[in-house]
């Protein structure tokens, strides 16, 4: 009897992925999924057009403390005083352009940048036939500081808005999304049990979130690496725990779905409007802090939170509400958290599996 199940759950999964992964109505998913994505994308492209982030020494000579560049530079200076100050340029150009002077009379200049790296900032000096006319000051990002950008972005859009309503969109779907299209009568009158049903439907949905928000989560940290040098980023992987940093975000997204997937089928089978069902989901997800201890473990996030790699540091001006949603002030293990996600999904889905059993459906209702 049991392989006739996974045989049936099989074929319910072939039925329902080309409908979860291509449904129209689904688009938007995708959108949201690649939001994150496009967002570290265009930070690399910046960061290294202007040269932002942190490059390596020996590729750039010597780096210079903020002090160094603060004392050392003034208006006026020769090409001459500059390099006995600070040293050869990590880069340099020279150019010729047109410029016009106090007569209006057009003349031609010799212009010329020099790239200079801080600890804290690059430097671009702008020379003018040979004399220092300006500058440019650009603050640095380093990695370090890199990994708190992507673990802000990661905890507070992608997992509780991205991964959420994506979830909402795929899981809640899968029945009510039949209902609206007056097919789902045709599983119901089908030789299957309705548990074996609902378990194809969920492992359908479950592959098409993990598969569409990992794909969206690695994307991001591919993105967020690009921009600093292959000496950097292989000390960040191999010495710095970079790889558990990243084997944990994709375990994290991927545990997300397990939950809020879960949590939306059953939405789907007992709330007839997306919309109701995400505000209240939502507001029981923000609210878990404030809760106590034992209604803490009925939230997902409550064990999303202690598996992240990075914490986000607290700013001792934020406000107070924000603090508390930033702050994990009960962690847990990542054992306890990993089990935690997967019984409240699978106590979810038993819950689920006793409405299926009973459901009947009136499309003039629906």
Same mark, same amino acid.
């Given at each position: 009897?049991?392989? +006739?199940? @996974?045989?049936?759950?099989? /074929? ?20 949201? /999924? ?9 930070? /690399? ?30 208006? &006026? ?23 016009? %002077?106090?007569?209006? &009379? ?81 599983? +119901? ?8 049903? +609902? ?84 507001? @029981?997800? %923000? ?37 508390? +949603? ?41």
């Amino acid at each position: 009897m049991k392989s +006739l199940w @996974w045989t049936q759950i099989l /074929a319910v999964m072939r039925l329902e992925i080309k409908k979860t992964f291509f449904a129209r109505r689904g688009l938007w998913i995708y959108l949201l /999924a690649l939001a994150p994505v496009a967002l570290f994308t265009i930070q /690399a492209v910046v960061t290294r057009s202007f040269h932002l982030t942190q490059p390596e020494p020996s590729s750039t000579g010597r780096l210079l403390t903020g002090e160094q560049l603060d004392s050392s530079i003034h208006d &006026k200076m020769t090409r001459d005083e500059i390099i006995a100050a600070l040293g050869e340029p990590a880069k340099s150009r020279t150019r010729r352009v047109r410029k016009f %002077d106090d007569d209006g &009379k057009e003349i031609r200049v010799q212009e010329e940048t020099l790239q200079y790296y801080g600890t804290d900032r690059s430097v671009t000096l702008i020379l003018a036939d040979g004399v220092l006319v300006g500058q440019i000051s650009n603050a640095r990002l380093s990695l370090g500081q890199n990994t708190y950008v992507f673990a802000g972005v990661f905890q507070f859009f992608f997992i509780r808005l991205a991964v959420f309503f994506g979830c909402l969109g795929i899981f809640m779907n899968l029945f009510r999304g039949e209902m609206l299209d007056k097919s789902l009568h045709y599983y +119901l009158l089908s030789p299957i049990r309705r548990e074996v049903l +609902l378990a194809g439907k969920y492992l359908a949905g479950l592959l098409a979130a993990t598969v569409i928000f990992t794909t969206s989560t690695a994307l991001q940290l591919i993105a967020n690496l690009s921009s600093f040098s292959g000496a950097i980023v292989s000390r960040y992987l191999y010495q710095e725990n970079g790889l558990s940093h990243i084997f944990a975000y994709l375990g994290v997204t991927a545990l997300a779905c397990v939950g809020y997937g879960s949590v939306f089928l059953a939405a789907g089978l007992l709330i007839r409007n997306p919309i109701i069902a995400a505000a209240i989901v939502l507001i @029981w997800e %923000d609210v878990n802090p404030l809760l106590p201890a034992l209604l803490k473990k009925f939230s997902v996030i409550y064990y999303l939170k202690s598996l992240c790699p990075v914490q986000v540091p607290v700013d001792p001006g934020m406000p107070q509400l924000l603090r508390l +949603l930033i702050s994990n002030g009960d962690p847990i293990s990542a054992y306890l958290a990993v089990f935690g996600v997967l019984a409240l999904a699978a106590f979810v889905l038993w819950a689920s599996s006793l409405k299926v059993r009973t459901l009947e459906i009136n499309y003039t209702t629906e």
